[in-house]
């Protein structure tokens, strides 16, 4: 299970388990090895463990450095995949939604270590998936947004009914363009909810090329999130 701490990759878990076609052996993440916080999330360590803790299941950590490149990101996503793949991993849970050209790349990618891509909530309407993930008993935070979208007033808010009707008409729902991600801290697979504080809310810049060559920049705000007991 691709696991970002979020509500889709949360919301994909749950539905693998409502189906029983397969069955989950670990939770595979991607953090930031300077910091130690999920990427593009920016959710501490602390609180990942916490939720594989509620979860009951084991965790997989692939540390990637602050400025990876996509060909060091791949080859240690490989060496993350390849002791998996010879333990009896045969597939790739992930929770993206409708973004064709991702799932196309991850299809891809797998392929190299025979592994078959998982999308349980694929094509389904972004609004619906929340009132499924609602009714459920899911609970989450938004921790991350970019500033290309939004405004820093919707980080650390809590993703409810006002969160999306506050949210600007080109903005998914979701969030499947990457306008915002989420921490979940409450779901009906936790053996109890977590405890948390929100810090403060604080304002980077990234650059990057495009595959243009052309250099772009852009900004994100972070609430921070401290964990309460364990």
């Not at 694929?122 to 459920?136: G, K, M, R, V, Y």
Request: glycine share 6%; charged share 15%; hydrophobic share 40%.
């Amino acid at each position: 299970m691709n696991w970002s701490g979020g509500k889709d990759s949360a919301l994909a878990l749950w539905q693998v388990q409502q189906s029983g076609q397969y069955q989950v052996e670990t939770l595979l993440t991607t953090l930031n090895a300077a910091n130690r916080r999920i990427s593009m999330h920016g959710v501490p360590e602390a609180l990942l463990d916490a939720q594989a803790r509620r979860i009951g299941l084991p965790q997989t950590k692939l540390f990637l450095p602050e400025d990876s490149s996509m060909a060091s990101y791949q080859e240690q996503m490989g060496l993350a995949l390849a002791p998996l793949v010879e333990t009896g991993i045969t597939h790739a849970v992930f929770g993206d939604i409708f973004l064709d050209d991702l799932r196309q790349w991850r299809e891809l990618q797998l392929a190299r270590w025979a592994l078959t891509a998982v999308f349980p909530l694929w094509q389904q309407s972004s609004l619906q998936l929340l009132e499924t993930f609602w009714a459920a008993g899911f609970r989450t935070v938004v921790v991350s947004v970019n500033s290309q979208y939004l405004d820093a007033s919707f980080c650390g808010r809590v993703l409810d009914r006002l969160f999306v009707s506050d949210l600007p008409p080109a903005v998914d729902p979701c969030g499947e363009n990457g306008e915002f991600h989420t921490f979940v801290y409450q779901a009906p697979y936790f053996s109890e909810p977590i405890r948390f504080q929100t810090g403060e809310t604080v304002e980077k810049h990234y650059t990057y090329q495009t595959d243009t060559g052309a250099e772009q920049r852009s900004t994100y705000y972070f609430t921070d999130l401290h964990l309460i007991g364990h």
